[in-house]
């Protein structure tokens, strides 16, 4: 079954809404992220969890705010969404050694 | 911070030929290089990497080449088929800390 799994994969909404993506990882790995992938592809670090707590934040808005309810989920809840979060969001996980697993992403649409 | 330059950004060949794409990173004490490969609608997926103790490392028809004293790493293809047409992306890492990943090449592949 799929390692990093992210819902959901398609996200369509109003500017102002507030939205969440949740992604969770079976691969006993303790360390996850989110990254922003923008229309030109770019990849680009959100942020990062260890067992649960912050350890990277990019300077990312405080619209934005990440939940670890464990080591094996982090979720991403997004409030007061502008045009500009228009992105394809991907979750991913971290073995001990530096490899990243990536979920499928979800692609986030701000009308 | 590090930062990673990645070209072309776009590379079109014929099947059976060879491609190189080439990176530079700027933090001398990066010592993780990997190379992801991302399909239309799909996540990164790791396809080879290299560490700083390594000068060269091979599967099958995919090689990756590290250069530290010039900062660069490359990744080779050989042979290549249209299924290896994707945007490839290189990173770079110094420890367990944040991958910063390249621009992205986009490569196709004509049969």
């Known amino acids: 079954d799929t390692a990093v799994s992210q819902t959901p994969k398609y996200l369509v909404t109003q500017m102002g809404n507030d939205k969440s993506i949740k992604c969770e990882q079976n691969l006993g790995h303790d360390t996850m992220y989110w990254y922003k992938q923008d229309s030109k592809k770019f990849l680009k670090i959100m942020f990062s969890y260890n067992n649960k707590e912050l350890i990277i934040n990019e300077t990312v808005p405080n619209r934005f705010s990440p939940k670890s309810p464990d080591k094996a989920h982090l979720n991403l809840h997004i409030n007061s969404l502008e045009l500009g979060d228009s992105a394809v969001y991907f979750c991913?996980?971290?073995?001990?050694?530096?490899?990243?697993?990536f979920g499928e992403g979800s692609r986030l649409t701000v009308l | 911070g590090e930062n990673v330059e990645q070209h072309p950004s776009t590379l079109s060949v014929q099947e059976g030929d060879s491609a190189v794409i080439k990176c530079t990173y700027s933090d001398s004490a990066s010592n993780y290089f990997p190379w992801y490969k991302q399909e239309l609608g799909k996540g990164p997926q790791l396809i080879i990497d290299i560490r700083s103790n390594v000068g060269e490392k091979k599967d099958q028809r995919i090689a990756v080449t590290l250069n530290k004293t010039a900062k660069h790493f490359s990744l080779h293809i050989t042979e290549t088929q249209p299924e290896d047409s994707a945007v490839y992306f290189c990173?770079?890492?110094?420890?367990?800390?944040?991958?910063?990943f390249g621009t992205g090449t986009r490569l196709q592949v004509f049969p």
């Open positions: 991913a996980s971290k073995t001990n050694t530096g490899e990243l697993f």
């Open positions: 990173a770079a890492s110094k420890r367990t800390d944040k991958l910063i």
